[in-house]
Nanobody, 120 residues
Framework: QVRLVESGGGLVQPGGSLRLSCAAS????????MAWHREAPGKQRELVAS???????NYADSVKGRFTISRDNAKNTVYLQMNSLKPDDTAVYYC??????????????WGQGTQVTVSS
């Protein structure tokens, strides 16, 4: 019914930048809150940033001032601009979205994840 496909992960040196993208596709009627979560080895998955359909944003304290979440509603896409990256940002980053489906009920969906590694 719905797919979320992330892109933009990779290896970057400390202090560098990456931009993640997540595109939703399928029988979509509306997309509500979109978010990025991350899961580092040995740690629980945590919320990094979220953005509502009216562009209200929320950030984890650990990324405030360094990461920026944005969305393009015409493209059903959410972005995460990550600057001043630190080794502690190393994780698999997952896209998450609350989506209304044509002829079906609203649901919560996850992407497959994209690896971000910050290392010199």
């Amino acid at each position: 019914q719905v797919r979320l496909v992330e892109s933009g992960g990779g290896l970057v040196q400390p202090g560098g930048s990456l931009r993640l993208s997540c595109a939703a596709s399928g029988l979509i009627s509306s997309i509500y809150t979109m978010a990025w979560h991350r899961e580092a080895p040995g740690k629980q998955r945590e919320l990094v940033a979220s953005i509502t359909s009216t562009a209200n944003t929320n950030y984890a304290d650990s990324v405030k001032g360094r990461f920026t979440i944005s969305r393009d509603n015409a493209k059903n896409t959410v972005y995460l601009q990550m600057n001043s990256l630190k080794p502690d940002d190393t994780a698999v980053y997952y896209c998450n979205a609350d989506i209304g489906i044509l002829f079906a009920s609203r649901g919560n969906y996850w992407g497959q994840g994209t690896q971000v590694t910050v290392s010199s």
